[in-house]
Nanobody, 126 residues
Framework: QVQLVESGGGLVQAGDSLRLSCAAS????????MGWFRQAPGKEREFVAV????????YYADAVKGRFTISRDNAKNTVYLQMNSLKPEDTAVYYC???????????????????WGQGTQVTVSS
């Protein structure tokens, strides 16, 4: 089992950048594909990005493609989400999640993930 803690959220203006971190404990993230999800008020939780166990494969939601970058440092047991050119519609609570599923590109649904962090708030003002 692994525990995940997100950090790095905050209040920024449209066009700004922010980097989120997901620190894991209780286990190595090397065993998991790692994903980021977000949930805005009144909306369903949505997929943002996923990265394979080795970091060799990534996949992004269309809404963030070209602006967000997911990465991982297995030695530090940490996953990151670099967010550039932020828009007000990016405002949400961002969650880090870990999946034991052997595939990567198809990991776009929350039920496929086994462990979740508590989330960090990102607010983008216009």
């Amino acid at each position: 089992q692994v525990q995940l803690v997100e950090s790095g959220g905050g209040l920024v203006q449209a066009g700004d950048s922010l980097r989120l971190s997901c620190a894991a404990s209780g286990g190595s993230i090397s065993s998991y594909a790692m994903g980021w999800f977000r949930q805005a008020p009144g909306k369903e939780r949505e997929f943002v990005a996923v990265i394979s166990r080795s970091g060799g494969t990534t996949y992004y939601a269309d809404a963030v493609k070209g602006r967000f970058t997911i990465s991982r440092d297995n030695a530090k047991n940490t996953v990151y989400l670099q967010m550039n050119s932020l828009k007000p519609e990016d405002t949400a609570v961002y969650y880090c999640a870990a999946s034991l599923n052997p595939t990567t590109m198809g990991l776009t649904r929350g039920p496929l993930y086994h462990y979740w962090g508590q989330g960090t708030q990102v607010t983008v003002s216009s």
